[in-house]
């Protein structure tokens, strides 16, 4: 038999075994980690044990965000970023942005210009073939990888650090002078093909699809290529396209892992000032902001499914915005707080109608973003859900939530903050992100004096004002037969859901 004081040293040395552990970028915020070890270290006397694991009592959470300026570098005019030293792993991750407008100008590049990210990496350059270039990475395990987006290009490379100055000069061969090799041409054209031809296999590609139809007017940036145009795509086109990329004036990147931040700095200055690259011969065009081109009601498109796929959306607000704090603690007690949440408890718990049903509101710096409402359930208990999931926004925006939710919500947003933190990595990207978005470097210091500061009569006016039905596109992807009680509805003709 196990005795007691023997129960009472395992339950002693298990609870020290269980208290946090710093992370893997501890050093690089040694004040927040300072007071967390000292709160550990002085709540408990020594010896002294709960009579109950419920009486066992913890120190006031504290945590402290990391600053952006202690990790800036500037490399040259136009060139900054940010430097997260970690010597845990022997492993550096490089991304490097490039503040670019990517948009074609005419429907027929748009097959092309969707190509451009990938065979700017894929089509290998500098002299280097792409056999070549794959044999070099596998053996040392590395990868490099690029993108080009409607904002932003990026190249990033992951490897070893001992190798990081050889992908350095690897990198710039391939990317400043990219070959676009034909043999992977065709790879890439076969797989946007198959993509397209498989863009409405599941019920979620359907609303995605409609969801963005029924809410947005035409943009060039919302094109879809179709298959005949994936195929004709020639190593000219994508060279054409891609004349410019990874040319900005404005560059941002993010360095993290096994490096010494003064010997970084040299070698990027020295990458950089050797960055010879061949810029466009005109201005790209400005990309136009999504424009919301919607009349609130019901659209659906017919797909025989047991399980109706639905999500509910009206517009919100463009970052910065005095709204945007008080609506995530909104959203967050209506359906955002998973099983804390009130869809969730009515919809799910209480009634059993859908798996998930929850809410979110859009983090968007460039567009208006939106809120959405979003669920799968039986096609036959659609009517009823939406119900419920109304019931709930109207109690919520006429009572208010309970102090307890209010507090509840804006405690877990908080205590999420470390997650975005939550390795070295990711630190420094949020950073160069961040930078290219123009926040603040108090940024995530004032996320938590601004969700603390949140109402009840915010979060009442928050959800009456951004989750109003009557403002609301439902988009639903299901049997149309089995919403008569919808109606009136529109039906969308699946095979109109492209922007041509």
Not at 84 to 94: A, E, G, I, K, Y
Not at 202 to 218: D, E, G, I
Not at 327 to 351: H, P, Q
């Amino acid at each position: 038999m196990i005795s007691v004081s023997f129960c009472a040293a395992l339950v002693a040395l298990t609870s020290c075994s269980m208290m946090p552990k710093k992370s893997a970028h501890v050093k690089h915020v040694p004040d927040m980690y300072a007071v967390a070890a000292e709160s550990s270290s002085s709540f408990v006397e020594p010896g002294a044990l709960p009579e109950h694991y419920s009486k066992i009592e913890f120190p006031e959470y504290k945590y402290v965000a990391p600053y952006p300026k202690d990790f800036r570098v500037q490399i040259a005019d136009g060139i900054t970023g940010y430097i997260v030293s970690d010597s845990t792993l022997p492993l550096v991750d490089f991304t490097v942005y490039f503040e670019e407008p990517n948009v074609p100008q005419v429907l027929k590049d748009q097959a092309a210009f969707e190509m451009v990210g990938s065979m700017i990496r894929r089509g290998s350059g500098g002299g280097i073939s792409p056999h070549a270039l794959e044999d070099s990475l596998e053996f040392v395990s590395a990868s490099i990888s690029t993108s080009v987006g409607t904002f932003l290009s990026a190249f990033d490379i992951n490897c070893l650090s001992k190798d990081f100055p050889a992908m350095l000069e690897l990198s710039k061969k391939v990317l400043t002078d990219p070959s676009f090799d034909k043999t992977q041409l065709e790879i890439v054209k076969a797989n946007f093909v198959t993509a397209y031809e498989r863009r409405y296999e599941t019920p979620a590609k359907v609303l995605s699809a409609l969801k963005s139809k029924v809410n947005f007017m035409p943009n060039s940036r919302l094109w879809d290529a179709n298959s005949a145009e994936y195929k004709a795509v020639t190593a000219a086109d994508v060279k054409r396209l891609a004349k410019g990329v990874f040319s900005s004036k404005r560059i941002v990147f993010a360095l993290a892992g096994d490096v010494n931040k003064d010997s970084a700095v040299v070698a990027l200055k020295k990458f950089f000032a050797e960055w010879n690259v061949e810029p466009s011969k005109s201005e790209k065009a400005v990309p136009a902001p999504l424009a919301f081109a919607r009349k609130p009601g019901v659209y659906v498109v017919d797909k025989d499914i047991t399980q109706a796929n639905i999500t509910m959306n009206q517009p919100f607000v463009k970052r910065p915005h005095p709204d945007y704090y008080p609506t995530a603690v909104a959203s967050f007690i209506l359906g955002g707080g998973s099983f804390s949440s009130r869809l969730m408890n009515r919809v799910r718990s209480d009634e059993g109608l859908a798996y998930s049903v929850y809410s979110t509101v859009g983090n968007d710096y460039r567009d208006t973003a939106m809120t959405t409402i979003a669920l799968q359930t039986k096609v036959e208990t659609v009517d009823f859900a939406l119900k419920l999931i109304f019931e709930e926004v109207e109690k919520l925006a006429k009572e208010g939530p309970t102090p307890e939710e209010l507090e509840q919500a804006k405690k877990s947003l908080v205590e999420s903050l470390p997650s975005l933190f939550d390795s070295p990595s990711s630190t420094a990207s949020i950073f160069a992100k961040g930078e290219l978005l123009g926040k603040s470097d108090d940024h995530y210091l004032d996320y938590v004096t601004e969700i603390k500061s949140v109402t009840a009569e915010q979060v009442k006016a928050m959800i009456a004002k951004y989750f109003d039905k009557e403002k609301m596109t439902i988009s639903i992807v299901g049997p149309v037969a089995m919403f008569d009680s919808l109606k009136p509805f529109s039906v969308i003709p699946l095979d109109s859901l492209e922007f041509r």
